[in-house]
């Protein structure tokens, strides 16, 4: 409760200093995972409100994938958004998909690495699509975009989740697939990496949003309870308790990270406010002060 205070205080501050810039992205292409609906599709269709030239939406569902092409060319004019099957699990598909977006666009701007799955019982599926899916994305991203590789160089936004931040008790494995996101964010983010590719890596944490994947039932059969018989009623307790926001609040967080989010930068979305970044804390300020005993260091 009282974090939740804190993290509300904090957004409205930021975005008081910040003020909302209009993020523009004239004669872009992005290419977005998972973009057949929910937050990719949110994200895929804020973009082109903001002036990107073109979308690729990669998603493993064709039907869904196809209506949301049609979706956003009937709402922006036509051309303006393709739509290429692929398991982003299967790393054939998946760079395969990146080969045909280059071919119609002759360019790429920004890839979103959002899609992402909950599955704690098929653990393998979910570190697949979430955690090694996402690191395919960025370094097919980076082989795309590298300014030294040719490319003009870019931005690669990588979906992570509050979760990654607040570890809640009932989803360990989503948990653990969406940390992973941050370590690599934050690691290949930095300068080393940055000044040699010019391809900006940027991360973002949605609190829950008003998504598919958190439909009650659908949600809880996602979890195990193979190791407490509670995690289902934790769930059900956290859904009610954590707030859910809409997605096209998360949209234009995607849009406004991807604009001004610095190299390496990790942002939190939550409570339908505006996203803020996060400072991950020094590990000094992080030790436990009464954590050892006098006595272990005396020989
Ligand atoms: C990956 O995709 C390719 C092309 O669709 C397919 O031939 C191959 O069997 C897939 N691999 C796996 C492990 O599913
Ligand atoms: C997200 O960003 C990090 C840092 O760039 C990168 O290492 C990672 O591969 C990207 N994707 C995932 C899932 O982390
Ligand atoms: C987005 O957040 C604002 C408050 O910041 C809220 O008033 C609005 O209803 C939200 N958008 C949607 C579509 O719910
Ligand atoms: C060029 C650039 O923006 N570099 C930044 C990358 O991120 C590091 C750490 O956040 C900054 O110190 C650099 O200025």
Same mark, same amino acid.
């Given at each position: 409760?009282?974090?939740?205070?804190?993290?509300?205080?904090?957004?409205?501050?930021?975005?008081?200093?910040?003020?909302?810039?209009?993020?523009?992205?004239?004669?872009?292409?992005?290419?977005?995972?998972?973009?057949?609906?929910?937050?990719?599709?949110?994200?895929?269709?804020?973009?082109?409100?903001?002036?990107?030239?073109?979308?690729?939406?990669?998603?493993?569902?064709?039907?869904?994938?196809?209506?949301?092409?049609?979706?956003?060319?009937?709402?922006?004019?036509?051309?303006?958004?393709?739509?290429?099957?692929?398991?982003?699990?299967?790393?054939?598909?998946?760079?395969?998909?990146?080969?045909?977006?280059?071919?119609?666009? =002759?360019?790429?701007?920004?890839?979103?690495?959002?899609? &992402?799955? +909950?599955?704690? /019982?098929?653990?393998? *599926? !979910?570190?697949? %699509?979430?955690?090694?899916?996402?690191?395919?994305?960025?370094?097919?991203?980076? =082989?795309?975009?590298?300014?030294?590789?040719?490319?003009? &160089?870019? +931005?690669?936004? /990588?979906?992570?989740? *509050? !979760?990654?931040? %607040?570890?809640?008790?009932?989803?360990?494995?989503?948990?653990?697939?969406?940390?992973?996101?941050?370590?690599?964010?934050?690691?290949?983010?930095?300068?080393?990496?940055?000044?040699?590719?010019?391809?900006?890596?940027?991360?973002?944490?949605?609190?829950?949003?008003?998504?598919?994947?958190?439909?009650?039932?659908?949600?809880?059969?996602?979890?195990?309870?193979?190791?407490?018989?509670?995690?289902?009623?934790?769930?059900?307790?956290?859904?009610?308790?954590?707030?859910?926001?809409?997605?096209?609040?998360?949209?234009?967080?995607?849009?406004?990270?991807?604009?001004?989010?610095?190299?390496?930068?990790?942002?939190?979305?939550?409570?339908?406010?505006?996203?803020?970044?996060?400072?991950?804390?020094?590990?000094?300020?992080?030790?436990?002060?009464?954590?050892?005993?006098?006595?272990?260091?005396?020989?």
């Amino acid at each position: 409760m009282y974090r939740t205070v804190f993290w509300i205080t904090a957004a409205l501050s930021i975005a008081m200093v910040l003020g909302e810039k209009q993020p523009k992205f004239e004669g872009k292409i992005a290419l977005i995972t998972g973009a057949a609906d929910g937050l990719g599709f949110g994200c895929a269709n804020q973009l082109l409100k903001d002036g990107l030239k073109g979308v690729t939406i990669i998603d493993i569902n064709r039907m869904k994938g196809k209506e949301a092409a049609i979706k956003l060319n009937d709402a922006f004019g036509p051309g303006r958004a393709i739509f290429i099957p692929a398991d982003i699990s299967n790393d054939t598909e998946f760079e395969v998909a990146f080969q045909v977006s280059m071919k119609h666009w =002759k360019r790429l701007d920004i890839v979103v690495n959002n899609a &992402g799955i +909950v599955n704690e /019982n098929n653990w393998r *599926l !979910a570190m697949n %699509v979430n955690a090694i899916g996402t690191l395919k994305g960025t370094l097919l991203g980076f =082989k795309y975009m590298s300014s030294a590789k040719g490319g003009r &160089g870019g +931005v690669i936004l /990588n979906m992570s989740s *509050l !979760a990654a931040i %607040v570890a809640p008790d009932f989803f360990p494995v989503y948990t653990a697939t969406k940390s992973f996101i941050i370590g690599l964010g934050r690691s290949l983010g930095q300068d080393l990496y940055y000044e040699h590719n010019r391809v900006r890596v940027v991360t973002l944490c949605p609190g829950f949003t008003k998504t598919d994947l958190i439909a009650p039932e659908r949600f809880v059969n996602s979890l195990s309870d193979a190791l407490s018989p509670y995690v289902k009623p934790s769930a059900l307790g956290g859904l009610k308790n954590f707030p859910t926001q809409a997605v096209d609040n998360v949209s234009r967080a995607c849009a406004k990270v991807i604009k001004d989010g610095s190299n390496g930068s990790v942002w939190i979305v939550e409570n339908d406010l505006p996203a803020y970044e996060i400072i991950m804390p020094d590990r000094d300020s992080m030790r436990k002060t009464d954590s050892y005993d006098v006595a272990d260091y005396i020989y």
